[in-house]
């Protein structure tokens, strides 16, 4: 994970979670780099497709327990997991260009009808927390957000302010190719059709990732 020390900037660029996406955006790191901000204000930029439900729950936790302000710049795309860390943010924007995506929790289930419905119990619990999350900055009831993630819904920086999940009209604008995984059922045109590769779950990750990966295996800074 990339760190700007002078700007108390950290890079949430490249999937999120160590397990599932092998090397990624962990809440270890994330851990690790707030502690060197400690009583100062952070900026975390993010440009991401998502990945472990879990690690970006912990990841905005972190963020919300951090003793200075926090703001969340989606610079690119913030989906899925990645929604939820930019959720965190007191104030949260989005740069120009920039999406957020949200939808139901995911998975991958073998075996019997027993244990495929059991997944699926599991998936809703996963839904729920989610869902307390969106609710906090989010308008609208419940239902009308739980909607949202069942239809997979994309939002604009203007759409995101009008729904809650940013509070700012924007950033200065930036250069980055969005983040695509395969998973996304209903990307925007200008996502489906970036340059950037696809992420696969469990599969070798993209180009785009890996160079994040090989830059990030320690976290590294700025000066």
Same mark, same amino acid.
């Given at each position: 994970?990339?760190?700007?020390?002078?700007?108390?900037?950290?890079?949430?660029?490249?999937?999120?979670?160590?397990?599932?996406?092998?090397?990624?955006?962990?809440?270890?790191?994330?851990?690790?780099?707030?502690?060197?901000?400690?009583?100062?204000?952070?900026?975390?930029?993010?440009?991401?497709?998502?990945?472990?439900?879990?690690?970006?729950?912990? /990841?905005?936790?972190?963020?919300?327990?951090?003793?200075?302000?926090?703001?969340?710049?989606?610079?690119?795309?913030?989906?899925?997991?990645?929604?939820? /860390?930019?959720?965190?943010?007191?104030?949260?924007?989005?740069?120009?260009?920039?999406?957020?995506?949200?939808?139901?929790?995911?998975?991958?289930?073998?075996?019997?009808?027993?244990?495929?419905?059991?997944?699926?119990?599991?998936?809703?619990?996963?839904?729920?927390? /989610?869902?307390?999350?969106?609710?906090?900055?989010?308008?609208?009831?419940?239902?009308?957000?739980?909607?949202?993630?069942?239809?997979?819904?994309?939002?604009?920086?203007?759409?995101?302010?009008?729904?809650?999940?940013?509070?700012?009209?924007?950033?200065?604008?930036?250069?980055?190719?969005?983040?695509?995984?395969?998973?996304?059922? @209903?990307?925007?045109?200008?996502?489906?059709?970036?340059?950037?590769?696809?992420?696969?779950?469990?599969?070798?990750?993209?180009?785009?990732?890996?160079?994040?990966? @090989?830059?990030?295996?320690?976290?590294?800074?700025?000066?």
């Amino acid at each position: 994970m990339l760190i700007d020390r002078e700007t108390r900037e950290i890079f949430v660029y490249g999937p999120i979670g160590g397990s599932f996406f092998e090397e990624g955006i962990t809440a270890e790191l994330m851990i690790e780099a707030l502690s060197m901000f400690r009583g100062q204000d952070v900026t975390v930029r993010i440009n991401s497709p998502g990945g472990v439900a879990d690690q970006g729950i912990a /990841i905005y936790n972190a963020l919300r327990r951090h003793d200075g302000e926090v703001t969340t710049v989606v610079d690119a795309v913030a989906a899925s997991a990645a929604s939820v /860390i930019a959720a965190a943010g007191r104030k949260r924007k989005t740069s120009k260009g920039g999406k957020w995506m949200i939808h139901r929790a995911m998975s991958l289930a073998f075996g019997n009808s027993t244990e495929m419905r059991k997944a699926a119990e599991v998936l809703e619990t996963y839904d729920r927390s /989610i869902l307390e999350i969106y609710d906090s900055v989010m308008v609208g009831t419940p239902d009308d957000i739980e909607a949202m993630l069942d239809a997979e819904t994309w939002f604009t920086g203007e759409e995101a302010l009008a729904i809650g999940l940013a509070t700012e009209a924007g950033d200065d604008a930036v250069s980055v190719e969005p983040a695509v995984a395969a998973w996304y059922k @209903n990307a925007p045109k200008a996502v489906a059709a970036s340059a950037a590769p696809v992420v696969v779950p469990k599969y070798p990750t993209s180009r785009q990732a890996a160079e994040i990966r @090989n830059r990030t295996m320690h976290l590294t800074f700025k000066r």
